[in-house]
């Protein structure tokens, strides 16, 4: 197993850049996402890895092999890096065990070598009793975790995902992946995986590549992700969370429950931003304490979600276990707070 990286990699479509001086290292048997809004260039990124795109600029290394670069082309099927997308991509004439092995066909590998090794797939996807089924006649779920078994069948180094889930209704998609991490578990493959949900991509990834506009945001595991966006923009797009206007600030800091009324009550200017999570407002404070007034309450089963607002206009969302009435006051107190470096296209 090898190290993927991708190091300064631009790509132009005419005179429109679509991913910009993006250098990533993957590590062995990691699991990344490339998290990012429609149009943000994840999909081109992983067709530049799959070596359906050539790059414009920069070069992709896997170990000592050069993939791609502006004068070098490894083509797709060089690579012998499994792929797995939306649409399933199965042929409808065939059975679940034809295909599975039918990259095993197109690389002549002999019968026992190819009895064995679908198997061996069927079995990690937990599929062997549907061998026999044409894919009409299996789930949604079922298609896809057919589609896996036959993306491993080559014994692939990388595995390439483009949305896998984007088809599944929110159930199935909350139990595929399980089965994701048990697959990754289980193969020790290096995954690469696109997608623009973020809960999906946190619950996934061991590291999240966040992308905007062809830019590189952020590259963090999704803890530090979620605990330390680098700016506004990442932080709008992790995660829930309110951003409040304070006094101008660094950002990257993390703020105490003083240095926070500290910065909220001074009234020198509010050109600074700070993100709060919702587990950190405490609307049972007794000390540090704010004034808000509860807009908006909403049952979510295991807690109620409230929308208050501060007494400089902003919204502030919070955690509760009980209803409160709309339109009562209520002290509370923020336990922490991170400070937030402003996105460029908002800076005012
Ligand atoms: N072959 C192409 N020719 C011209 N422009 C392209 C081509 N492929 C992609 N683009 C453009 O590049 C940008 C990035 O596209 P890409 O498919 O990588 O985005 P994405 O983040 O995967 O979006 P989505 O989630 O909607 O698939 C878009 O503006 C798209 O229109």
């Known amino acids: ?9 631009s790509k132009s479509f005419g005179d429109k850049t679509v991913v910009d001086n993006l250098s990533l290292t993957i590590e062995p048997g990691q699991f990344v996402a490339l998290l990012g809004p429609s149009g943000c260039g994840k999909s081109t990124i992983l067709r530049m890895l799959a ?15 050069c993939l791609s670069s502006a004068k070098f082309h490894l083509p797709t099927e060089e690579r012998n890096f499994g792929m797995v997308f939306q649409s399933y991509a199965l042929w409808p004439h065939m059975t679940v065990m034809e295909n599975v092995g039918y990259p095993l066909k197109i690389q002549k590998v002999d019968r026992q070598n190819y009895q064995r090794r679908v198997q061996d797939a069927l079995d990690i996807v937990q599929l062997n009793d549907f061998k026999d089924r044409l894919p009409s006649q299996l789930s949604g779920g079922q298609r896809q975790r057919v589609a896996l078994a036959r993306s491993l069948v080559t014994e692939p180094d990388v595995i390439l995902f483009d949305e896998p889930l984007a088809n599944l209704d929110r159930h199935l998609r909350e139990s595929m992946e399980i089965t994701f991490r048990e697959f990754h578990r289980r193969t020790g493959a290096t995954m690469v995986y696109v997608t623009h949900d973020q809960a999906e991509a946190m619950a996934l990834a061991d590291q999240i590549a966040v992308l905007k506009d062809g830019q590189l945001m952020q590259w963090s595991t999704p803890e530090d992700l979620y605990a330390q966006p680098n700016n506004e923009w990442v932080a709008n797009f992790i995660g829930q969370g309110s951003i409040l206007r304070c006094q101008s600030v660094l950002g990257n800091q993390l703020l105490t429950s003083a240095d926070v009324i500290g910065l909220l009550y001074d009234q020198t200017g509010h050109h600074g931003r700070m993100l709060v999570r919702p587990q950190h407002v405490d609307l049972s404070a007794t000390s540090n304490m704010l004034q808000g007034t509860v807009r908006e309450c909403i049952f979510r089963g295991e807690r109620y979600d409230i929308f208050l607002e501060l007494e ?6 919070a955690y509760h276990t009980e209803p409160l009435t709309i339109g009562s006051a209520r002290q509370l107190s923020i336990q922490q707070a991170w400070t937030l470096e402003p996105s460029h296209d908002h800076d005012h």
């Open 312 to 317: 400089n206009g902003d919204t502030l969302h």
């Open 1 to 9: 197993m090898a190290r993927l990286s991708l190091n300064a990699v």
């Open 51 to 65: 070596g359906f795109e050539t790059v414009s600029a920069g070069d992709i290394q896997h170990g000592d092999q």
